[in-house]
């Protein structure tokens, strides 16, 4: 495609829901990358892939928090029992190789009520 | 463990005015330097240096490396409303490691 697209643009969960959010990178790049960005902050880093390979996963804030490539192009990133604090925008990136800028989609903005 | 700090948080000027962003960074295993402006949206990108000393260009725009004193500066000429915005700075590694922003309003 043309761009980073991800969905669902806006998703709002109960406290407790379980939630996934889709991100459909640039065709050909191989790294992608999901950050989480509160309100007035900048994005914080969750977790890098290379390809189908799950290079980095330190900033994921725990264990509820999944992500995964399997094919290596489309990736999702599961949070499991929501809560409050999960609320954010969710930002995917993607770039054509290892080093180079990378390109974000519009985000999925998050709210757990 | 990896830092990268922008200043000012926020600044407010009038158009017409010449503005420079900070960047100040520790991290190992530097490979690059991006700047990004972020909007209502998604972050667009700007410029990626890698080198210390060699300037980058773009219209008004334009942004350095100093890799022995571990900072950037982007400097935007002659501001305009339309360059109201979140910078954000951000050092590649294998990935990209954010600064906070700074916040940039461009009063008429």
């Known amino acids: 495609g043309a761009g980073v697209s991800q969905s669902p643009r806006y998703k709002v969960a109960k406290r407790g829901q379980d939630v996934a959010l889709r991100c459909d990178p640039i065709?050909?790049?191989?790294?992608l990358f999901w950050y989480q960005q509160a309100l007035g902050q900048g994005p914080e880093f969750l977790t890098y892939?290379?390809?189908?390979?799950?290079?980095?996963k330190s900033g994921l804030p725990s264990d509820r928090f999944f992500a995964e490539r399997p094919e290596g192009s489309v990736s999702t990133l599961k949070i499991q029992r929501t809560q409050q604090e999960d609320s954010a925008v969710y930002l995917c990136?993607?770039?054509?190789?290892?080093?180079?800028?990378?390109?974000f989609g519009q985000g999925t903005r998050l709210t757990v009520v | 463990e990896d830092k990268v700090v922008q200043s000012p948080l926020s600044l407010v000027v009038h158009e017409g005015d010449t503005v420079t962003l900070n960047c100040s960074y520790e991290?190992?295993?530097?490979?690059?330097l991006l700047w990004y402006k972020q909007e209502k949206k998604a972050p667009t990108f700007l410029f990626m240096l890698?080198?210390?000393?060699i300037e980058k260009k773009s219209g008004r725009l334009s942004s350095i490396l100093d890799k022995k004193e571990l900072f950037s500066i982007l400097n935007i000429t002659a501001t305009q409303t339309g360059d109201s915005a979140v910078y954000l700075c951000?050092?590649?590694?294998?990935?990209?490691?954010f600064g906070a922003g700074t916040r940039l309003t461009v009063k008429p």
């Open positions: 990136a993607s770039s054509f190789r290892q080093g180079l800028e990378a390109f």
């Open positions: 065709s050909g790049h191989v790294s």
């Open positions: 892939f290379q390809n189908e390979a799950q290079l980095d």
């Open positions: 991290v190992t295993n530097f490979r690059s």
């Open positions: 890698t080198s210390s000393g």
């Open positions: 951000a050092v590649g590694l294998n990935d990209m490691r």
